[in-house]
């Protein structure tokens, strides 16, 4: 594989895609190309059976310019998700509006930590004016789009052969096709299976050598690199987590209507500088989450595609690792449901440094909330706890709710072959009568038996 560098990993964490090469002969990106022409002139577009209709695309995600990015990026044994499409933009067909992609069949939350990704291929050359697909650099940490669209639009023009893995929430859009020519792109969905234990790329120094302290987001980068780098202490990297006095706002922790009222990009900042302040920092935090479930759980439950946990404090929570997990747990027992929802979000986002939590998020897999459920089960795959599996495979079975259903098949394929015991409830789930469930199954099937 050709793994990324130091350099090319910070400028991923930063920016939010890499760009490279799948240097095949041309006529196997001509043959893609054509394959595709005659799919959509003759049967129209073939949605997620994209890689059975062009088999030869399993040519292009073995190379090892693509597994190297997306295993340095997701880590090794990630895997191909059942969600894939061709988008075909032709000639004359105007611009998409910015945005960010649904996670398909769910309700999920938006993560800073890298546990998704998307592969954009071009099987044949575009130029600018054919509409490439283009991106808003460093936009994938904002769920505003007036924050997203302060950024510069970069139009991802390349020949044949070109490969850009992407942060899944950056965001992007199709541009206008100003030519005469069809453009393809192939968009296909990777999933993180297994939390980063040490760095998965070529890896020569821990220190981040990213944009320097003051910068816009510069303790939130610092704290994804050294989640990647498998640092639960942030110290033990080289390169601390220390408040960064140019942060906006000041030192004290802001009321919550303070706080509303800043830019997405400050109440970031903010998040993140309780986070390096010790105890002090989890206590603030842990009132701005109160706060934060009380005002903003029913905006969010009315938008789509979001789950009602998409909340700024819980960046903060999750940076601090392991100090604030004790506190999560009480709130997992909270009267309000909202809380108790978010509490296990991030839990599941801080990932292996929440292992003592397990036994009180496999109590939540029994909560009456679908949203407490989901987002415990989802926890549970993310830690690889064992423990949950049998009540993971009661769930995937008789849950009425299809996306706690999808996370439950999710996590257990994260759980790999130590959920052996959920093989009859995988395989009766293969008729289940959502898509996603039915192939989180089978991949979760092939885990445990390749094992």
């Known amino acids: 594989m050709i793994l990324l560098s130091d350099s090319q990993m910070q400028q991923f964490i930063v920016n939010g895609y890499v760009t490279l090469k799948a240097d095949f002969p041309a006529a196997f990106h001509e043959s893609v190309r054509a394959q595709a022409e005659a799919i959509f002139s003759s049967k129209g577009n073939p949605g997620n059976d994209i890689l059975p209709a062009i088999p030869q695309l399993k040519e292009l995600f073995s190379h090892p310019a693509v597994t190297g990015a997306l295993t340095s990026i997701l880590g090794p044994g990630y895997a191909m998700h059942p969600h894939r499409h061709c988008h075909l933009t032709p000639p004359q067909q105007s611009a998409q509006r910015h945005h960010q992609d649904s996670y398909e069949a769910d309700q999920n939350v938006r993560h800073h930590r890298t546990r998704w990704a998307m592969a954009f291929y071009y099987p044949q050359h575009v130029t600018e004016e054919m509409g490439p697909t283009s991106v808003l650099p460093a936009s994938q940490y904002y769920t505003s789009p007036i924050q997203a669209e302060r950024k510069d639009e970069a139009l991802l023009s390349g020949e044949a052969g070109t490969v850009t893995i992407v942060h899944y929430d950056l965001w992007h859009r199709a ?38 302290a003051g910068c816009e987001l510069s303790q939130l980068w610092q704290s994804v690199w050294n989640w990647h780098l498998g640092s639960e202490n942030l110290n033990e990297a080289g390169n601390g987590s220390l408040p960064d006095s140019t942060a906006v706002p000041g030192p004290k922790r802001l009321a919550r209507k303070e706080v509303d009222s800043l830019p997405e990009a400050d109440r970031l900042r903010e998040a993140y500088r309780l986070s390096g302040q010790g105890e002090h920092g989890s ?24 789950n009602p946990s998409q909340l700024v404090s819980c960046f903060g929570l999750t940076a601090q690792g392991a100090a604030p997990v004790p506190r999560l747990v009480s709130a997992l027992s909270a009267e309000d449901w909202p809380l108790r929802a978010a509490a296990a979000d991030i839990l599941g986002d801080i990932g292996l440094s929440a292992r003592t939590a397990v036994p009180s998020l496999i109590n939540c897999l029994e909560d009456n909330s679908e949203w407490v459920r989901r987002n415990a089960v989802e926890a549970l795959g993310n830690i690889a706890s064992p423990e949950a599996v049998p009540r993971l495979s009661q769930l995937l079975i008789n849950d009425s709710f299809h996306f706690v259903r999808h996370n439950a098949a999710l996590s257990l394929t994260k759980i790999g072959p130590d959920a052996r015991a959920a093989s009859t409830s995988l395989q009766a789930a293969l008729a289940d009568s959502d898509l996603y469930v039915r192939e989180n199954a089978r991949l979760a099937l092939a885990r445990i038996r390749a094992s």
């Open 175 to 212: 541009t206008t096709n100003h030519s005469d020519r069809n453009r393809y792109m192939m968009k296909f969905l990777f999933c993180r299976m297994t939390e980063p234990a040490a760095p998965a790329w070529n890896y020569s120094n821990p220190l981040w050598r990213g944009p320097v």
């Open 283 to 306: 206590t603030a935090l842990m009132a701005n989450l109160a706060e934060e479930v009380a005002a903003l759980h029913q905006k969010n439950l009315a938008a789509p595609h979001t």
